[in-house]
């Protein structure tokens, strides 16, 4: 099990650009795939990155370009480099961990952080 904690969201203007951040606990992190998720009001759950343990990256098709994910494993670090920034965007971001393989389901991932709000003004 990996603890997650999200940080760096914050109130944007379309355009701009934020980095979130999550900091994982667990000696084992080098070993977690890593992905982040984002839940707007009155929608479902979204897939937005993952990134595997040597660096491999998936994204969502209305992130891709836009967005990068990346990881520091010595410091036990996930980031999302979030550019380019919609009103679409606006939502609470999560963090995630699972085991082995990327995947774009959120119910293959077992760890979540608290999540970290985004809000993009048009």
């Known amino acids: 099990q990996v603890q997650l904690v999200e940080s760096g969201g914050g109130l944007v203007q379309a355009g701009g650009s934020l980095r979130l951040s999550c900091a994982a606990s667990?000696?084992?992190?080098?070993?977690?795939?890593m992905g982040w998720f984002r839940h707007a009001p009155g929608k479902e759950r979204e897939f937005v990155a993952a990134?595997?343990?040597?660096?491999?990256?998936d994204y969502g098709d209305s992130v891709k370009g836009r967005f990068t994910i990346s990881r520091d494993n010595p410091k036990s670090m996930v980031y999302l480099q979030m550019n380019s920034l919609k009103p679409e965007d606006t939502a609470v971001y999560y963090c995630?961990?699972?085991?082995?393989?990327?995947?774009?389901?959120?119910?293959?991932?077992?760890?979540w952080g608290q999540g970290t709000q985004v809000t993009v003004s048009s």
């Open positions: 990134i595997s343990r040597s660096g491999g990256t």
């Open positions: 995630a961990a699972r085991p082995l393989l990327r995947s774009q389901f959120a119910d293959e991932y077992d760890d």
């Open positions: 667990g000696r084992t992190f080098s070993t977690y795939v």
